[in-house]
């Protein structure tokens, strides 16, 4: 199954903004958007956004996510230690009437 | 406060079927539109889409899994529910339960060995 496609890992200071992309195709994120996912270890996973920029009720407002093409992004600002984890993106495929999800990418905040 | 709660055997032998079941609470399973959904993640990986099954009863499954996958629901349990047939150690994870992703489960460990 093609997933989308996730840098494993971004590094950023405290208080400083870190951008994540997922990359996919024209049949997944760039038809419908993607989600996104917050995972802490030992944790489930945490829905942050959907549909690209809708954020569920008590996701902070230093989260915003965006669509450009193919291409999903997710952009933190002013960086906690309590943002370090893995993201996770996701998108409904069509061609393939499933759900695919990114690898993650883990982000440590220096 | 919708809550998922996963449950089942965590240990399965090989070649056999795994079963997992997922209670629902604070709210009915068959009220609303939502897709109630089966994510499984192994040790240290990533997250793997194992299939849904709408407020209707329709379902989608994971191409690569769909000849072993089923999921069904039974409102009366207010439950839904997983089976995954001839399992092998590459089906070793956490399998969680959830409702159009904003709502999970815990998450229960399943391990595959003789």
């Known amino acids: 199954q093609a997933g989308l496609t996730q840098p494993p890992s971004v590094s950023k200071g405290l208080r400083q903004t870190a951008t994540l992309t997922c990359t996919g195709n024209?049949?997944?994120?760039?038809?419908?958007?993607a989600a996104w996912l917050q995972q802490h270890q030992g944790h489930p996973p945490k829905l942050l956004s959907y549909?690209?920029?809708n954020r569920p009720s008590g996701i902070s407002e230093r989260l915003s996510a965006s669509r450009s093409g193919n291409t999903a992004s997710l952009t933190i600002t002013g960086l906690q230690p309590e943002d370090e984890a893995d993201y996770y993106c996701s998108a409904w495929d069509s061609s393939l009437s499933a759900r695919v999800f990114g690898g993650g990418t883990k982000l440590t905040v220096l | 406060q919708v809550q998922l709660q996963e449950s089942g055997p965590g240990l399965v032998k090989p070649s056999q079927t795994l079963s997992l079941t997922c209670t629902v609470s604070?709210?009915?399973?068959?009220?609303?539109?939502?897709?109630w959904s089966w994510i499984r993640q192994p040790a240290g990986k990533g997250l793997e889409w194992i299939g849904r099954?709408?407020?209707?009863?329709?379902?989608n499954y994971n191409p690569s899994l769909k000849s072993r996958v089923t999921i069904s629901v039974d409102t009366s349990k207010n439950q839904f529910s997983l089976k995954l047939s001839s399992v092998t150690a590459a089906d070793t994870a956490v399998y969680y339960c959830?409702?159009?992703?904003?709502?999970w489960g815990q998450g229960t460990l399943v391990t595959v060995s003789s």
């Open positions: 604070g709210g009915s399973i068959s009220s609303g539109s939502y897709y």
């Open positions: 099954i709408y407020t209707s009863g329709s379902t």
């Open positions: 959830a409702r159009d992703a904003l709502y």
């Open positions: 549909r690209n920029n």
């Open positions: 024209s049949n997944n994120v760039g038809n419908q958007g």
